[in-house]
């Protein structure tokens, strides 16, 4: 009786080891499986980085005579808004032309953008075709046309607007005439005396940011 009372202790012992063994197998079958299925959820799901591009430099508009339309949208992006201006020197009867473009979205954009001018007559810039491409903004970023490379001279007697497209771009093969063209305000110039049009169709006093650009 007491053998065989042994022996059964010595069987539960061994059924004791045998089953933490199982388990432990079992546990560590199961931590494989996890780790390889956390291995395939990385391999599936690949952690994106974003690296933004340094947004392309400007100068902002200031000075006098400086007259801008309102902030419209491009046309075919819900992010990009632009605003047309025109700035006006009377003492030599000459005005630069150029655009505002600001990104209103959460990321990062690039653009495509084109600046010409009206006096009756749409006309490319007279320093020659103002288009710019790879323009990087940053979100809530506005970037600035260079005045310089659109300046017309000789404007006494005329009346004359900026017009101005701007379209997203990422691969660098848009039209920037799929936008929708933006017009600065109107002035007009006279032996010195400078109006404006407004939208009611007359010539008056010319006022900064206070009145639509009629377009």
Known sequence: MRRAWRRS?????????????????VAQG?????GAGALDSVLAH????????????????SGENLYCGEWRSSGPSTTLQLASCVQVKTADSSATFGVMVRNV???????????????GTQRDCPQGNYQRKDVWINPQGTWFSDQG????????????????????????????????????????????QLTCRYDDGTWRTCTTF?????D
């Open 30 to 34: 199961a931590l494989g499986a996890a």
């Open 46 to 61: 690949p952690k994106v980085t974003s690296t933004l591009k340094a947004a392309t430099g400007s100068v902002p508009f």
């Open 9 to 25: 202790l010595s069987e539960r012992h061994l059924d004791i080891a045998l089953a933490q063994s199982v388990a432990t197998a």
């Open 105 to 119: 979205g959460k990321s990062q954009v690039v653009a495509r953008v084109q600046v010409k001018y009206t006096d």
């Open 210 to 214: 206070e009145y639509g650009p009629g």
């Open 149 to 192: 490379q659109c300046s017309v001279s000789d404007l006494n007697g005329k009346h004359f607007q900026a017009v101005a497209w701007a379209v997203e771009d990422p691969d660098g093969s848009g039209d920037v005439m799929n936008g929708t063209v933006r017009h600065s305000p109107h002035p007009s110039l006279k032996d010195g």
